[in-house]
């Protein structure tokens, strides 16, 4: 193999399946092996990430791929998904909005109307809620884990979609 003469092997836009094998090769001869992740790859381990957190508290596989599929056409399960229609209204992307509303340079978040996050909150009480959520976390914006936190707390708070997503049966 062409791989057997490098001593350190670097992917990126490898699929995965063909990257597994590469990689499996170069464990297999003592070659370091160095991969970038595809964006799916990121958004796959978020998935589950996502997939078992909502199973800790719905308990219902039906409901929480309801769920997840709700949260797949709002944000494509990114915790930092700007709205994308107000990417250039303002002139940010997903990460620059993140980290003007974090450290306090864009002070608009609330009131607003982009959605954001998981669940792309865009009403400015909710909003308003997520950030004083995360604030009080000290994280950031767009914490994966705290925005599920708040996505359980909201959905306390509506009892019957809760009950709905626990007892799916399909």
């Known amino acids: 193999d062409i791989i057997d003469q490098y001593e350190t092997v670097f ?3 490898i ?3 063909d990257r597994n094998i590469i990689i499996k090769h170069c464990v297999e001869k003592g070659i370091e092996a160095l991969v970038i992740p595809r964006v799916g790859d990121v ?3 978020s998935a589950r990430t996502i997939w078992d957190y909502l ?15 709700n949260l797949q056409a709002e944000s494509g399960l990114s915790p930092i998904n700007l709205e ?6 303002y002139n940010l992307n997903d990460e620059s909005y ?3 509303v974090d450290n306090g340079t864009y002070t608009n978040f609330v009131r607003d109307s982009a959605g954001y996050g998981l669940a792309q909150w865009t009403f400015w009480t909710r909003k308003e809620a997520l950030l004083n959520y995360v604030k009080s976390k000290k994280v ?5 884990t705290a925005q599920l936190e708040f996505l359980q707390m909201e959905l306390n708070g509506y009892k019957v979609v809760l009950d ?3 007892k799916a049966t399909s």
């Open 164 to 166: 709905t997503l626990k």
């Open 11 to 13: 992917m990126a836009g």
């Open 98 to 100: 993140m980290a003007k």
């Open 140 to 144: 950031s914006i767009g914490d994966l």
């Open 15 to 17: 699929h995965s399946h």
């Open 84 to 89: 994308n229609s107000k990417e250039a209204k």
């Open 43 to 45: 958004i796959m381990g």
């Open 55 to 69: 199973m800790s508290f719905i308990g219902n596989a039906y409901g929480v791929a309801g769920l997840m599929g």
